[in-house]
């Protein structure tokens, strides 16, 4: 089985991407299987991975994407191919990564029917329990970066409240809002509330809610369900709102509309993690330039599709160990077979040879 790592592209001019479809551990342990792993040259870098760190591991170096491509049987991304890819990707190739083909140009969708392609989305990749094994441990760390990202952008230089997140004595701490209480907003409930903020975790699943109240227990956090009353009345004293909704291969619903924005602080905080799927809140986009902090109606907006490439190297590792246990079974078995015999991969494909599951297009 041939694997192609290619150098993963910026998805907008001014989002940067950094993080790669296979770390050296990776490459390693897949050679260990007798598999071939072709590295575009670079692809690491961003991560903190060199080339001679991929040679060491078993990988083969290659100077173009297009060999990167064109040499494999499966294709390792972390996002869809962008549009100058498109050239490169061969008939009745495999390409596996965060596809979110919800957010799909049309022109991928018709290459992917023309040239037979199969995709295999890590988004969807399920277990048999309803658990996305490849995506909870990126929504962990999504929850866990909110904190970081949230601190800065609340900062005076930047134009935010300037408030300490944890308080101090006799100061209150922030007030922070998180829309969803799955894996991403317990992990950020978490890391608010232990810095000493307070929280405010919404849902419609009782069973999010209970579970978030479980792992918060002593805390500062309130667990509400999600009506529109309740997000009304939130928002408008939230110094942060975190989007964290997920609904695999869907698009996100709205939950926060503009008029709800307009009633919020000024220089008051929105972090939508939702919006590679949309966006949860009416006024999240990604902006022509893809400019992905911006400000509306005086509230700073955190719109960033691949937030964790912040952090490229443990989300390359992440990605890599989480995505390893069906790797290891595509170069044991080759993929026909892999897929055969592996329920979760068959849940995670969103094309096959051409054939595109029509619940998941735009």
Known sequence: MIFGVPRELAPFKDIPEFRVGLSPMG?????????????ETNAGKGAGFSDVDYEKAGATIVYSK????????????????QQEEYAFITENQVIMGFIHLITARKEFIKLVEDKKITLIGYEIVQKSDGRLPIVIPMSEMAGKLSVQLAARLLESPGGGRGILLSGIAGIPPAEVVILGAGTLGNNAAQAFAGIGANVYALDIDRDCLDELA?????????????TKHNIEKLVKFADVVIGAVLLPGKRSPILVSKEMVKTMRKGAVIIDFSIDQGGCIETSKITPSGKFIYREHDVIHFCMPNATTLVARTATHTITSSAFPYLRTIAEHGFEQALRENEDLQRGIYAEKGSVRKEYLP
């Open 27 to 39: 490459v390693y342990e897949l050679s260990l299987y007798g598999a071939k792993v072709y590295v």
């Open 66 to 81: 297009e060999e990167a491509y064109r040499r494999a049987d499966v294709v390792l991304k972390v996002r869809r191919p």
């Open 214 to 226: 479980r792992s918060t227990a002593g805390m500062r956090v309130t667990t509400m369900f999600a």
